[in-house]
């Protein structure tokens, strides 16, 4: 597989991260779209889809020289003695070692996973996003979903999106109101209980009056109702 540099986000291409090797630097791809997982125990690297953020994960490669290095330590301080610290000195060397090549080897680990995980990727060529092959890939056309979306997916969802305003429009064709009072004045709180009124002219849990329920006085200028306890009508001002 030939290496080249990642595009990022938008199509702007990020820094490549050169890797020496058979006497000419190569590029590290997925420069966007990775995270370094790497312990001092080894390296692991995680990919994921510019787009819907799926990822992989590459196989956990140990570091001998850090894996050794802590065996190392461990044992010569519990052996003692001169030697036991000779055994320990040592393994600290080699995790010193383990660390100051992290550098170099780290990528070398790195372009192994991009090897490894480099099936599972598409570079569009269109924007410059790696997307994942199995969701955000358009292999017909060439192009990621989002340059190129498969066809037959947005028939399936124009096809949802309609029918679903379909069903509201019918929804709203039909009057759901034939059974609620909608001449009176409503209230929502009963005023004996606190409760809700249930919307009738008496609460429906104490079977309290309503203030808003029809009146049974009307003005006798304008036939307006009059409210309990009012002295004037509200509509012209007569005295009730």
Not at 143 to 153: E, F, G, M, S, W
Not at 184 to 195: A, F, I, V
Request: with cysteine; proline share 3%.
């Amino acid at each position: 597989m030939e290496l080249q540099s990642a595009g990022g986000p938008g199509g702007a291409a990020g820094p490549g991260r050169e890797v020496r090797g058979s006497g000419m630097a190569n590029q590290v791809p997925f420069t966007n779209n990775y995270r370094d997982l790497s312990t001092r125990e080894g390296y692991q690297y995680e990919f994921s889809c510019l787009r819907c953020g799926n990822g992989y994960k590459s196989a956990f490669r140990h570091s001998v020289t850090g894996f050794g290095g802590r065996i190392a330590t461990i044992g010569g301080r519990l052996l003692g003695g001169n030697m036991g610290n000779r055994i320990a000195d040592a393994g600290w060397n080699a995790e010193w070692l383990r660390d100051s090549t992290a550098g170099s080897t780290n990528d070398r680990m790195l372009r192994a996973a991009v090897e490894e995980v480099s099936p599972s990727f598409q570079q569009c060529h269109r924007c410059g996003q790696w997307v994942c092959k199995q969701v955000c890939w358009n292999g017909t056309r060439g192009l990621c979903v989002t340059c190129a979306p498969k066809v037959d997916q947005e028939i399936a969802a124009r096809q949802a999106s309609a029918q679903v305003q379909q069903i509201d429009e019918r929804v709203r064709q039909v009057d759901w109101t034939d059974d609620l009072n909608l001449r009176d004045r409503g209230t929502g709180l009963c005023s004996g209980c606190g409760q809700e009124s249930g919307g009738g002219r008496f609460c429906a849990h104490c079977g309290t009056a309503l203030a808003a329920a029809r009146p049974n006085r009307f003005c006798v200028n304008c036939g307006s109702g009059l409210g309990p306890g009012v002295s004037f009508c509200g509509e012209c001002g007569t005295t009730a």
